[in-house]
């Protein structure tokens, strides 16, 4: 499954809240029955990179995604969700 991702407020940030939406689509993920979980960010976000490791995610590698008409970097992550 792919996760379009997670995005907190800036005021937000460190109080929990992304990690609780994580683990929710995580938790519904598995429940589906999927397998692994993959997201993409821009490779300059480091906050998010950060965030997807602390999670459990590994990096796949990287490669280019058009947002907005533009072409940017951007790292794939994935998590494995098998018990």
């Known amino acids: 499954m792919e996760l379009a991702g997670i995005i907190v407020q800036q005021d937000a940030i460190g109080k929990g809240i992304g990690t609780a939406l994580l683990k929710s689509a995580i938790i519904s993920a598995?429940?589906?029955?999927?397998?692994?979980?993959?997201?993409?960010?821009?490779?300059?976000?480091?906050?998010?990179?950060?965030?997807?490791?602390?999670?459990?995610?590994?990096?796949?590698?990287?490669?280019?995604?058009?947002?907005?008409?533009?072409?940017v970097k951007v790292v794939n992550l994935t998590l494995s969700l098998k018990k």
């Open 30 to 71: 598995k429940e589906l029955g999927f397998l692994s979980m993959r997201v993409k960010t821009e490779t300059n976000n480091q906050n998010a990179i950060s965030f997807y490791r602390e999670n459990g995610f590994r990096e796949l590698g990287m490669g280019d995604q058009e947002v907005d008409g533009k072409t």
